[in-house]
């Protein structure tokens, strides 16, 4: 009987439960697809509800997970194939080149700046706001901090055709653009999987002109801006102008709770979000007037309408319960009007403002449903993984020695991925053991 | 009996008279004081001056049971009002080209100028006009139904429910999408809804705002849970108008009568001389052949002369069209107008009639497949005659689509230079656009013909729409939609605005020949319909 556990998904979920089973003396691989574990909580500025600095309760928590010894985080891999099942899965995961050692490399960055696509690439940890290499590290904090070749853009890995400046800076000789895939083939016990989620892309709600107005952006592209490791070093700034937004809009509910775009349910983090976004915009700049206009308040938890209540007494945000019908654009300031219905007094009314922040809703990741088929278990109707009773087992899978946890099987905070890593990880060691016991009376 | 209903027990023909305050009415009275006879056939409706009778009125006291209108008013120069005399004999002649078109022939109206003081005349009037009238027949429409009075009509609760207008979460999208809200505060959809379901009948009754919606469903398009707001709005509008609160229909509801007349069984209509000379044909004979329906574009010619509006020219370009694709279309000479109007404007029980009786009609012709360049017949057609029809297996198309198709073939060539360099907008028609999800089509033709599509600022499916559907509410409301669509067009630099439905095209031509606010510059811009271009870049065509 194999023993070891298999993560899917580093992400701040995927993260606590490989700790709580790696402290328990399991064997954890952690199988992240991304160069670096972190996921979404990484790229975020502050979190509520305590508007903590995100990156930093998480760094030392993903650092921890990689030097832990009974932790093996595979990054930059993906899951190809699980057979078998619980106490004997086998794993085969695709460990893709990225044509760097790790473990020649330092991460000094030095072949990202020799690199001759330098600042040439949209950054998708910037939400394409900055230009990086093809040879890159994604963010500063990234565990492992080592480099990567990113083999849709490198010319050498394309085309064969670069004269590969990267390899002559790297002083460890740490670069191998020769480098293939690798399968592992991995014994395994049980399974969590902590994919997380995405966000919808706004676009086809032309009635917001995302896409087409400029100071129109949704909450992740906020979040980058508002972040002091951001593309604009925390500088809040307006794409059309660089000049730094005074009234800013957030709308509430985009894509969510909105049968036509198919996510009918509530994405339950972007009212308490949107608050925050707002905070931090007048904490940088204690002039900015900030507008949230919401279909329902949700704020269900402990603190959390006290969170809402500071934020209109002490930040100064000004509620307003209607959904908008459009924004529009002058073309001269490419300042935004809100066009909404007053639904407390009545009334069409239009509010200028110099950004919009659509607060766009959570959806599954495109892939969970090819995820769910590999591994054998069921999605809810949107794509989300299903628990095989949400009431009484929320963290277990329709198959057993599967769990799932985190965003992946519902939009949630990072308090609730948590715990669900955390149950997640003590349900992986309960079925682990009584298998054990099983195996060996 | 109803006030204004005409009953005579014997088989005479039923005349109704218009007669003027001053001297018609005044000839008949003076005709009565001196014992003149003349025929009991005749019932008098005293007006203050000729000019005021519409073609509404005529038509309207033909669908009630008369056999001949006349209108009387005072002599040439005597008109009290100076040229009121003027304006009936227009209105009669435009009248009697619309019953040309039906087929009811123009003798059943005539206008007599008679003086107070002229009683014989009147009398010999009425004589003579009894015995045309005699000799003519009944009025092959004489037996008009009206609207059976308590006939089926859902219940507002079980419309809300079927619309999904129970879902709604009062959010205000709508409200805030809505182009007759953004102009005129105190209209909310989600506040109509609520307020109907709150109150049921009393209010629906006073409900003038279920007339003020377009039914141009960009509410629906936005709404975050799909509330079908101009469902709810066809739906309900059949309780209200049976509660006679009928939404002021455009030109007094001469429309929406000649409409109910179409509706008729034995007409003889008259209704394809503007075809002559092009390729077509009556019955089909494969059933690969397309019929061409033409909607109400004659008519529409008529009454809509006044502001040049020239809707058939769209049908003469559309069959110029396909005769150069190599199609010779089938028209009908008995088709009868879709019904949309009617459909919109609450009159479900006559829609039904005359979607059976095209129905009927396209059978008999043996097509299987129709081409419309009206996007509302198109709509219709496609989408609400198989609810209303047995067995409907007909193709509908818009002609944009059908020749967008060709392109995509490579079975028809444009003239790739006809609009060089020229800046063009388009109107996306709320039946072809939010209806029929056709955006790409009219785009991929300008785009073919050479022209630099320049959009407005709301287009594709935000489009706002021309500011009137159903011939219902042309008002303040109406006209400042158009004009700041007009604005909009203006705005792109297009040096045309190109339409695609020949409501669109009206609406806009009406707001231009009214008063314009301010500079006349920021609005006026010629308008073209999309065929017209199309068919001239394929050697053929009128401007229209
Ligand atoms: C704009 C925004 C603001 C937010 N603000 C807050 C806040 O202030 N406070 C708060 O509590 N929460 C906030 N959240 C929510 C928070 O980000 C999530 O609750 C949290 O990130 C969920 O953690 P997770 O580990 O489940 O998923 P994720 O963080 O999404 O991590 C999933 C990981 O799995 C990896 N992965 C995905 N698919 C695969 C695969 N097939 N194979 C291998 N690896 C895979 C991903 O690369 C990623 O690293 C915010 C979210 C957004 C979008
Ligand atoms: S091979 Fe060329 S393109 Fe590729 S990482 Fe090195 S320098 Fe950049
Ligand atoms: S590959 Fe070499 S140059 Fe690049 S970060 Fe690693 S050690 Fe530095
Ligand atoms: S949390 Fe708030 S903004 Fe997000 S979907 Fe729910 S109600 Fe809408
Ligand atoms: S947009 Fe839809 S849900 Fe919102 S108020 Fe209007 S009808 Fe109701
Ligand atoms: S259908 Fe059009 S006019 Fe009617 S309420 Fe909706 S948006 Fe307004």
Redesign the interface.
Same mark, same amino acid.
């Given at each position: 009987m194999a023993d070891s556990v298999l993560v899917i998904g580093g992400g701040v979920c995927g993260i606590q439960a490989s700790l709580d089973l790696g402290d328990r003396g399991h064997h954890v691989y952690l199988v992240e697809r991304e160069p670096s574990i972190g996921g979404r909580m990484a790229l975020l500025d502050k979190v509520f509800p305590t508007n903590d600095c995100s990156i930093c309760i998480l760094a030392p928590k993903m650092i921890t997970c990689f030097n832990h010894p009974n932790i093996e985080v595979i990054s930059y891999a993906e899951l190809e194939e699980l057979t078998g099942e619980a106490g004997n899965f086998k794993a085969k995961i695709r460990k893709k080149a990225r044509y760097v050692d790790e473990d020649k490399c330092t991460g000094c960055g030095s072949c990202c700046e020799a690199c001759v696509l330098e600042g040439r690439i949209p950054d998708e940890c910037n939400q394409g706001f900055s230009k990086r290499s093809a040879a890159y590290i994604p963010f500063m904090q990234a565990v492992p901090r080592v480099a990567t070749i990113d083999p849709e853009n490198c010319l050498y890995v394309t085309r064969g055709k670069c004269k590969r400046p990267c390899v002559d800076a790297c002083q460890r000789g740490a670069i191998d653009l020769e480098q293939k895939d690798q399968i592992l083939t991995l014994d395994i016990g049980v399974v969590i999987v902590a994919t997380g989620l995405t966000i919808y892309d706004p676009t086809p709600l032309a009635e917001y002109g995302y896409g087409r107005f400029d100071n129109v952006i949704h909450s992740m592209e906020y979040e980058r801006l508002i972040n002091a490791s951001g593309p604009t070093g925390g500088h809040l700034t307006r794409r059309s102008d660089s000049e730094r937004p005074k009234r800013i809009a957030y709308i509430q509910c985009v894509g969510a709770r909105d049968q036509r775009s198919g996510h009918p349910y509530c994405s339950s983090v972007c009212c308490m979000y949107a608050t925050k976004d707002s905070m931090l915009a007048y904490i940088h700049d204690n002039d900015t007037e900030n507008f949230i206009f919401y279909t329902d308040l949700r704020a269900p938890g402990k603190g959390f309408d006290e969170y809402i209540k500071r934020g209109e007494e002490e930040y100064g945000i000004t509620y307003i319960r209607a959904r908008p019908g459009e924004i529009t654009q002058d073309e001269e300031t490419k300042n935004l009007r809100v066009w909404y219905e007053d639904t407390t007094s009545g009334g069409v009314k239009d509010l200028e403002v110099d950004m919009v922040v659509l607060s766009t809703a959570f959806i599954p990741r495109q892939d969970s449903r090819d995820l769910a088929k590999k591994l054998g278990i069921s999605t809810d109707e949107y794509g989300f993984f299903a628990a095989s009773d949400s009431l009484t087992s929320p963290v277990d899978s329709s198959t057993k020695g599967i769990f799932v946890a985190g965003a992946c099987t519902s939009p949630m905070d990072v308090t609730d991925s948590v715990t669900q890593g955390g149950a997640a990880a003590e349900r992986a060691s309960e079925v682990l053991s009584m298998m054990e016991a099983v195996a060996s009376p | 009996m109803k006030a204004g209903q005409v009953v005579i027990e014997l088989n005479e023909p039923r005349i109704v008279a218009f007669t003027c305050n001053w001297c018609a009415y005044a000839g008949a009275d003076y005709a009565g004081v001196s014992r003149i006879s003349y025929p009991p056939n005749v019932r008098l409706i005293r007006v203050m001056c000729s000019g005021r009778v519409e073609p509404s009125f005529i038509l309207r006291a033909l669908e009630k049971g008369a056999d001949g209108v006349m209108v009387g008013g005072c002599h040439e120069a005597d008109c009290h009002y100076v040229s009121g005399n003027k304006k009936a004999l227009e209105k009669v002649e435009e009248t009697k080209k619309l019953l040309d078109l039906l087929g009811l022939g123009e003798e059943r109206v005539r206008v007599k100028w008679i003086n107070a003081n002229e009683g014989e005349a009147f009398a010999n009037e009425i004589k003579d006009f009894t015995e045309t009238l005699k000799k003519l027949g009944p009025s092959p429409i004489s037996l008009v139904k009206e609207p059976k009075e308590g006939s089926p009509k859902k219940d507002l609760g079980q419309i809300a429910g079927e619309t999904d207008a129970l *879902?709604c979460?009062?959010?205000?999208? =709508?409200?805030? %999408?809505?182009p007759v809200? /953004?102009r005129k &505060?105190d209209f %909310?959809p /989600? *506040?109509v809804v609520e307020e109907l379901l709150e109150k049921l009948y009393p209010q629906i009754e006073t409900s003038k705002e279920l007339w003020d919606c377009l039914t141009c469903k960009t509410c629906e398009e /936005? =709404? &975050?849970?799909?509330v079908r707001f101009s469902e709810f709005v066809k739906e309900a509008r059949v309780g209200i108008k049976e509660l006679s609160n009928d939404g002021n229909p455009t030109r007094s509801g001469q429309i929406f009568s000649w409409m109910r007349i179409m509706s008729q069984d034995s007409l003889d209509q008259k209704r394809l001389g503007w075809a002559e000379g092009l390729a077509y044909k009556e019955v089909s004979s494969s059933p690969d052949d397309w019929l061409f329906f033409v909607g109400c574009l004659p008519h529409f010619e008529v009454s809509h002369s006044p502001i040049e509006a020239t809707p058939l020219s769209i049908a003469r370009n559309s069959i110029s069209i396909l005769n150069k694709m190599g199609i010779d279309p089938v028209l009908l000479p008995d088709e009868r107008c879709c019904g949309h109007d009617l459909l919109f404007a609450g009159e479900a029980d006559t829609f039904i009639k005359l979607a059976n009786k095209n129905w009927q009609a396209f059978k008999e012709a043996g097509v299987k497949h129709i081409v419309t360049a009206c996007p509302e017949g198109y709509y219709t057609l496609a989408r609400e005659y198989p609810k209303v029809v047995d067995g409907w297996d007909i193709e509908v198309k818009h002609i944009t689509e059908v020749v967008a198709e060709a392109l995509d073939s490579g079975s028809v060539e444009l003239d790739g230079d006809l609009l060089k360099e020229t800046k063009v907008t388009f109107q996306d028609p709320c039946r072809l656009g939010r209806y029929m999800g056709i955006y790409e089509a009219p785009r991929k033709l300008l785009h073919a013909i050479g022209a630099d599509l320049q959009e407005m600022?709301h287009y594709? %499916?935000?489009s706002i729409c021309c500011g009137v559907s159903s011939w219902v509410n042309c008002g303040v409301t109406a006209k400042n939609i158009q004009l700041s669509r007009l604005g909009e067009a203006k705005k792109t630099g297009a040096s045309v605005l190109v339409t695609a439905c020949p409501k669109c095209q009206i609406h806009f031509k009406c707001a231009l020949h009214g008063k314009l606010p301010g500079d006349k510059e920021n609005f006026e811009i010629p308008i073209e319909d999309i065929t017209s271009l199309v068919a001239r870049a394929l050697g053929g065509g009128e401007n229209g």
């Amino acid at each position: 009987m194999a023993d070891s556990v298999l993560v899917i998904g580093g992400g701040v979920c995927g993260i606590q439960a490989s700790l709580d089973l790696g402290d328990r003396g399991h064997h954890v691989y952690l199988v992240e697809r991304e160069p670096s574990i972190g996921g979404r909580m990484a790229l975020l500025d502050k979190v509520f509800p305590t508007n903590d600095c995100s990156i930093c309760i998480l760094a030392p928590k993903m650092i921890t997970c990689f030097n832990h010894p009974n932790i093996e985080v595979i990054s930059y891999a993906e899951l190809e194939e699980l057979t078998g099942e619980a106490g004997n899965f086998k794993a085969k995961i695709r460990k893709k080149a990225r044509y760097v050692d790790e473990d020649k490399c330092t991460g000094c960055g030095s072949c990202c700046e020799a690199c001759v696509l330098e600042g040439r690439i949209p950054d998708e940890c910037n939400q394409g706001f900055s230009k990086r290499s093809a040879a890159y590290i994604p963010f500063m904090q990234a565990v492992p901090r080592v480099a990567t070749i990113d083999p849709e853009n490198c010319l050498y890995v394309t085309r064969g055709k670069c004269k590969r400046p990267c390899v002559d800076a790297c002083q460890r000789g740490a670069i191998d653009l020769e480098q293939k895939d690798q399968i592992l083939t991995l014994d395994i016990g049980v399974v969590i999987v902590a994919t997380g989620l995405t966000i919808y892309d706004p676009t086809p709600l032309a009635e917001y002109g995302y896409g087409r107005f400029d100071n129109v952006i949704h909450s992740m592209e906020y979040e980058r801006l508002i972040n002091a490791s951001g593309p604009t070093g925390g500088h809040l700034t307006r794409r059309s102008d660089s000049e730094r937004p005074k009234r800013i809009a957030y709308i509430q509910c985009v894509g969510a709770r909105d049968q036509r775009s198919g996510h009918p349910y509530c994405s339950s983090v972007c009212c308490m979000y949107a608050t925050k976004d707002s905070m931090l915009a007048y904490i940088h700049d204690n002039d900015t007037e900030n507008f949230i206009f919401y279909t329902d308040l949700r704020a269900p938890g402990k603190g959390f309408d006290e969170y809402i209540k500071r934020g209109e007494e002490e930040y100064g945000i000004t509620y307003i319960r209607a959904r908008p019908g459009e924004i529009t654009q002058d073309e001269e300031t490419k300042n935004l009007r809100v066009w909404y219905e007053d639904t407390t007094s009545g009334g069409v009314k239009d509010l200028e403002v110099d950004m919009v922040v659509l607060s766009t809703a959570f959806i599954p990741r495109q892939d969970s449903r090819d995820l769910a088929k590999k591994l054998g278990i069921s999605t809810d109707e949107y794509g989300f993984f299903a628990a095989s009773d949400s009431l009484t087992s929320p963290v277990d899978s329709s198959t057993k020695g599967i769990f799932v946890a985190g965003a992946c099987t519902s939009p949630m905070d990072v308090t609730d991925s948590v715990t669900q890593g955390g149950a997640a990880a003590e349900r992986a060691s309960e079925v682990l053991s009584m298998m054990e016991a099983v195996a060996s009376p | 009996m109803k006030a204004g209903q005409v009953v005579i027990e014997l088989n005479e023909p039923r005349i109704v008279a218009f007669t003027c305050n001053w001297c018609a009415y005044a000839g008949a009275d003076y005709a009565g004081v001196s014992r003149i006879s003349y025929p009991p056939n005749v019932r008098l409706i005293r007006v203050m001056c000729s000019g005021r009778v519409e073609p509404s009125f005529i038509l309207r006291a033909l669908e009630k049971g008369a056999d001949g209108v006349m209108v009387g008013g005072c002599h040439e120069a005597d008109c009290h009002y100076v040229s009121g005399n003027k304006k009936a004999l227009e209105k009669v002649e435009e009248t009697k080209k619309l019953l040309d078109l039906l087929g009811l022939g123009e003798e059943r109206v005539r206008v007599k100028w008679i003086n107070a003081n002229e009683g014989e005349a009147f009398a010999n009037e009425i004589k003579d006009f009894t015995e045309t009238l005699k000799k003519l027949g009944p009025s092959p429409i004489s037996l008009v139904k009206e609207p059976k009075e308590g006939s089926p009509k859902k219940d507002l609760g079980q419309i809300a429910g079927e619309t999904d207008a129970l *879902l709604c979460v009062e959010c205000g999208k =709508c409200t805030a %999408s809505c182009p007759v809200s /953004r102009r005129k &505060p105190d209209f %909310s959809p /989600r *506040l109509v809804v609520e307020e109907l379901l709150e109150k049921l009948y009393p209010q629906i009754e006073t409900s003038k705002e279920l007339w003020d919606c377009l039914t141009c469903k960009t509410c629906e398009e /936005r =709404c &975050p849970y799909g509330v079908r707001f101009s469902e709810f709005v066809k739906e309900a509008r059949v309780g209200i108008k049976e509660l006679s609160n009928d939404g002021n229909p455009t030109r007094s509801g001469q429309i929406f009568s000649w409409m109910r007349i179409m509706s008729q069984d034995s007409l003889d209509q008259k209704r394809l001389g503007w075809a002559e000379g092009l390729a077509y044909k009556e019955v089909s004979s494969s059933p690969d052949d397309w019929l061409f329906f033409v909607g109400c574009l004659p008519h529409f010619e008529v009454s809509h002369s006044p502001i040049e509006a020239t809707p058939l020219s769209i049908a003469r370009n559309s069959i110029s069209i396909l005769n150069k694709m190599g199609i010779d279309p089938v028209l009908l000479p008995d088709e009868r107008c879709c019904g949309h109007d009617l459909l919109f404007a609450g009159e479900a029980d006559t829609f039904i009639k005359l979607a059976n009786k095209n129905w009927q009609a396209f059978k008999e012709a043996g097509v299987k497949h129709i081409v419309t360049a009206c996007p509302e017949g198109y709509y219709t057609l496609a989408r609400e005659y198989p609810k209303v029809v047995d067995g409907w297996d007909i193709e509908v198309k818009h002609i944009t689509e059908v020749v967008a198709e060709a392109l995509d073939s490579g079975s028809v060539e444009l003239d790739g230079d006809l609009l060089k360099e020229t800046k063009v907008t388009f109107q996306d028609p709320c039946r072809l656009g939010r209806y029929m999800g056709i955006y790409e089509a009219p785009r991929k033709l300008l785009h073919a013909i050479g022209a630099d599509l320049q959009e407005m600022e709301h287009y594709g %499916s935000g489009s706002i729409c021309c500011g009137v559907s159903s011939w219902v509410n042309c008002g303040v409301t109406a006209k400042n939609i158009q004009l700041s669509r007009l604005g909009e067009a203006k705005k792109t630099g297009a040096s045309v605005l190109v339409t695609a439905c020949p409501k669109c095209q009206i609406h806009f031509k009406c707001a231009l020949h009214g008063k314009l606010p301010g500079d006349k510059e920021n609005f006026e811009i010629p308008i073209e319909d999309i065929t017209s271009l199309v068919a001239r870049a394929l050697g053929g065509g009128e401007n229209g």
